[in-house]
């Protein structure tokens, strides 16, 4: 048979069932849809899980949304929100740190015991105590990716061992009380200008003017570059979205006692992660660790290095963690970080959006996360609640966290995209 | 084929405690020139595959570069003489992009942070002088399909310039259109002037892409063939070894006194 084949030279370049975007709003709206849709979640879940949190207690108690309660719920989340950012590190790679909550609590004891009862300097002390964490932290790394001890087991006899560490050095003396006016007491109390309205506006409109300008750059090389950009409408939506939070959380913060610190370091310490995660070849290499072993291994990645390091870097997170902890409770005692203190940073990692599998998440999820806690903590005391129903009700949320966390891995499954 | 092959194995022996897995093998592979290594389960492909690929240095032998004898001991010394390898279980990060698995391991930096912007614009060039297709490379590779995984990889191998690629099965767990897409892939880089080492169980495969067929068995050469000059039978025969036994034999003798 010799009829006229159609010969094809060259194919089309774009796959005719790829499906693509629209022009303007219309098509962000229509992609945001596929992506809900396609278990593409991201954050959204837990953004209107805040919104229904802060309704429902504003509705019981008609003062959750005050400016002093918003100003006192960003403080407390500084502590518990640091551990989550170093347990978002160690689930990246599909792992799990069980020593966190009593690395934190070793931290503050060592810094605290160093600076009140020996006389250290306390910038001294503080460096000293958060050396120790990420030693703690290397030395898991070293038993779980040398030795090949599985992490879980590692980290749970980490757990008790620096808890003990945590009690000796604390002594029988018992509770130190953090110096007054120190480097540890004003970690939590600390407004920056003490109190002036324009830091907290100044924050805004930096941290607003740095997203926009980051946006726009982007395009702009993407563009010269001959590649597929951002429209213009859609980086004005999105500066727009940060724009309106940030302001209104500036103006909420200036009603009461102006910006205070613990927020700005923390938010700071979750942007600076989340750049070293998503911008450098460090963070490329621990996402390719949880994303597949064997493919880092082939691609030249130290991987027990990558391990023992993102294990130095939780246990560090968490140490400092602990320092806030302290600062915010005014002394270090034998029970800081215990309870279920570690409990909740893992849970607030994982309502984030974090990946319990591995190779899928972001730390801002620990700040979103954190904040769902703290919500319905304070809430929850506010309504005069037991602190046996607070239990309940936060081990419901992580379930529902990790169910929507598993099921949307199954149905990007299914649509390709796990 | 003109010219001293790029890869040469002389001699080259291996042996596993009491397994002789290879056993004085020969190979060559010049520029621009597909080797298909074909051979039955156990004849020693993979094994000669990761002398080459620096995994399981040589006992005995010479590996010959360029006309040079080198020493491979490790994967890093063959990446460092330009042999890319493509394993069949390809090795890719599913959560990362298309993207993020071509330059995974030699990321290119700008002010000492990724440069996404070039990576992205590098990979797009790649993929098009290959005339790869896929959706978007900034899809996560769990969002692929087989074939295009597959390409990925191969590309992949391609980011940094080598000299020898050598592709273990790459076809083995593909469909018709993709397994053509890949035996395409092969013939583009054929015409790039790169080496190719061809591992595979597909005859036909073979006799699509490959220049010369190199057949091991039982850990030996036996027997190494222009593709254009000869038939699927004797390939077949010399896999399985069916060219020596009584019968051939017996028939060659016969053959011998009748002349």
Redesign the interface.
Known sequence: MSTETPTTP??????P??LVRKEGLAGYLDEFGRKVRSGELGSLPVVVGLIIIAAVFQWKTGHFLNADNVTNITKWIAGPGLIATGVVFVLLLGEIDLSLGSVAGATAAISSVLAVRQGVNEWLAVLIGIAAAVALGALHGFFFSKIGVPALLVTLAGMLAWSGLQNLVIGKLGTVNNLNDGVIANLDTYFLGDGDILWAWLAAILSIALFAAGQLL?AR??TA???PARPIAEIAMRTGVLAVIVLVVAYVLNQDRGLPLPLVLFVGIVAITDFVLR???YG?QI??V???I???R????NVAWVRTSVYMISAGLAGLGGLFIASQQGSADKGLGGANMLMNAIAAAVIGGTSLF???GKTWSALLGILVIQSITTGLDMVGAEQAIQYMITGAVLLAAVVLDSVSRRT??SN??? | MTGAPVLALRGVSKRFGAVQALTDVQLEVHAGEVVALVGDNGAGKSTLVKTIAGVHPIDEGVIEWEGKPVSIGRPHDAQALGIATVYQDLALCDNLDVVGNLFLGRELKRFGTLDEVAMEKRARELLDTLSIRIPSVRIPIAGLSGGQRQVVAIARALVGDPKIVILDEPTAALGVEQTAQVLDLVERLRERGLGVILISHNMADVKAVADTVAVLRLGRNNGSFEVATTSHEEIISAITGATDNAVTRRQARIAEDAK
């Open positions: 060259t194919p089309p370049a774009v796959d069932r790829l982007d090389r993407r570059a001959g590649l911008r450098t070849g490329r996402f390719a949880g994303g597949g064997e493919a880092a082939r691609a030249g990645i591995g190779g899928r990007q499954k390709g995209r796990g």
